[in-house]
């Protein structure tokens, strides 16, 4: 079995508050939603069975359908189709990151 060391509440979701810090301002800096990304992955299982498990559970699943999307998105392009697609891409993964991010400051698990 795999031996898992829980961390305090607290701890994890100053790396939660982090992990989507970091996820909002990839917009700005490329390559920052990939830090936190491995984030969420290696603080997923220290927190199971608390509301933070949902949190970077929300934000590895946003990362991945994000990362899907924009790259269909990309190939469309071509027919210029894409371009909206785009745009529309960013609103929603900025609308997902900061509704998770309000729901964590309420300490409240994303459902």
């Not at 607290?10 to 700005?28: H, N, R, V, W």
């Not at 933070?52 to 999307?69: A, E, N």
Request: proline content about 1%.
């Amino acid at each position: 079995m795999e031996e898992v060391d829980n961390i305090s509440y607290d701890l994890g979701k100053k790396m939660a508050i982090i992990s989507y810090a970091l996820c909002l301002t990839q917009f700005f800096i490329p390559f920052l939603g990939i830090v936190g990304l491995i984030i969420a992955y290696i603080h997923k299982k220290r927190v199971k069975g608390t509301i933070l498990y949902s949190h970077f559970k929300f934000q590895i699943k946003i990362f991945w359908i994000t990362f899907v999307l924009e790259f269909i998105c990309i190939i469309l392009c071509l027919i210029l189709i894409g371009y909206l697609g785009l745009i529309g891409l960013f609103i929603w993964q900025l609308y997902m990151y900061i509704f998770g991010l309000v729901k964590l400051l309420d300490n409240k698990a994303i459902i």
